[in-house]
C-alpha cells in the first residue's frame, strides 16, 4: 500500500527531526565553551590563532577567514578547568561542549579578555565602536544579547558573591551578574549591578548552592551612552523573553571585556559564555524526543519493516 509506507516514511521522518532539531546561530560572535582539557589552569580561548587576538565564533565573509571564541587574550591562572555544566528544560536540551571554568581565587580575575581582533572586513563592524574597530562593542542604537550557565558549588552561602564582570567604556563601569551581589545576609537572588556607581537589581530569583542557573542579558545601547542591560533567569529555551526580571540602566555599558569576579575561592563554575544578535543566537538547543516520540519512531520502524517483508514475500 504505498499510502500506508508515505505515512510511515512521514511519521519516520518527523520523529527523526525532533531527535536533531537544533537552532541556527548565524549571529553568534563569542562562543567560550570551555572545550578544554580538565585539569587546565590558565585556558587560551583562541590557542594562539592568528597571533593570539581572536576571530568570531560565526565569521561568514571576515577577513581573515576562520573562526574562533570571539575572544583575545586568556583567562589567567585563576581560573581552572573542571568538568562541564549541563542545562536542559523538558525534552529541550541546551547545546554544550567540553568543560567549564571555575574561579579558583577570591578577587579579579587576571587574565586580559576582550573581543576579537580589528579585522579588514568584519561581519560584525555595525556594533563595534572606536577608530580602530578593534575594541568595545557599544554602537548607539545596537542590541546584544549574552548567556551564559553559572553553577553555585557547595561552598555558596551567607555573604558569599559569585559574579562574572563584563566591561564598560566607563570608569569602574563594569556590569556584574551572579549571585548575592547586593541582598542581605538572609535572601540570595540572581542580579544584574553596575560597578560605577553600585547600582542593583534583583530578578528575585533565589540562588542556591549546588544549582545550575541559566543567565541571558540583553545590552540596549541608546542615544548619548544611555544605555540598559536586561537580565533574565533561566527563561524559556525557543520562547520569547518576556519582561525583564532586573534591569539596570542609565551608563555607558560597552562590552570591552570579561573578568570573574567572586569574593571566595572556589564558589561557582562558568560555562557555555555566548554573545550574539538574537536571544536564539545565545541559546542554541537539541530537542530530545520525550518516551512517546521514542515509542511513534520505534512503532513506525517496526511497522515499516513487517510491510517490506511482507512486500518480498
Known amino acids: 500500500n504505498p499510502t500506508m509506507k508515505k505515512t510511515l516514511l512521514s511519521l519516520i521522518g518527523i520523529a527523526a527531526m525532533a531527535v536533531f532539531a537544533t537552532q541556527s546561530q ?3 560572535i563569542v562562543y567560550e565553551g570551555f572545550n ?3 585539569g587546565v589552569n590558565n585556558p587560551d580561548p583562541d590557542g594562539g590563532l592568528n597571533g ?3 576571530l568570531p565564533a560565526t565569521n561568514v565573509g571576515g ?3 576562520g573562526t574562533s571564541t570571539g575572544i583575545r587574550g586568556n583567562w589567567g591562572t585563576s581560573l581552572d578547568v573542571v ?3 549541563s542545562y536542559s528544560q523538558g525534552s529541550n536540551v541546551l547545546t ?5 571554568g571555575q574561579a579558583n581565587n577570591a578577587t579579579w580575575g587576571t587574565g586580559s579578555l576582550a573581543p576579537y581582533r580589528s579585522m579588514t572586513t568584519d561581519p560584525f563592524i555595525s556594533y563595534r565602536t572606536g577608530a580602530s574597530n578593534s575594541g568595545s562593542f557599544g554602537v548607539d542604537g545596537t542590541t546584544l544579547y549574552f548567556s551564559v550557565l553559572m553553577h553555585l558549588n557547595s561552598n555558596f552561602g551567607s555573604g558569599t558573591i559569585a559574579r ?3 566591561g564598560a567604556a566607563e570608569a569602574s563601569g563594569n556590569t556584574y551578574i551572579g549571585a548575592n551581589l547586593n541582598d542581605s545576609a538572609s535572601t540570595f537572588n540572581w542580579g544584574i549591578s553596575r560597578g560605577s556607581t553600585g547600582a542593583y537589581s534583583s530578578t528575585g530569583v533565589a540562588a542556591t548552592a549546588n544549582s545550575t542557573a541559566l543567565l541571558v542579558g540583553r545590552y540596549t545601547f541608546g542615544a548619548s551612552n544611555v544605555d540598559t542591560v536586561d537580565l533574565w533567569v533561566n527563561p524559556t529555551l525557543g520562547g520569547s ?6 534591569s539596570i540602566t542609565g551608563g555607558d555599558f560597552a562590552i570591552t571585556g570579561f573578568n570573574t569576579r567572586p569574593d571566595t575561592a572556589n564558589v561557582f563554575v562558568l560555562d557555555e559564555f555566548r554573545i550574539g544578535e538574537s536571544f536564539a543566537d545565545v541559546t542554541p538547543f537539541t530537542v530530545i524526543p520525550e518516551p512517546a516520540t521514542w515509542a511513534l519512531l520505534a512503532g513506525s520502524l517496526t511497522t515499516l519493516m513487517v510491510f517490506r517483508r511482507r512486500r518480498q514475500n
Open 26 to 28: 548565524a549571529g553568534l
Open 36 to 38: 578544554y582539557s580538565v
Open 52 to 54: 593570539g587576538n581572536g
Open 63 to 65: 577577513n581573515p577567514t
Open 83 to 85: 568538568a562541564g555544566l
Open 96 to 100: 554544550v561542549s567540553g568543560a567549564s
Open 164 to 166: 562574572m564582570a563584563i
Open 241 to 246: 523573553l518576556g519582561a525583564a526580571q532586573a
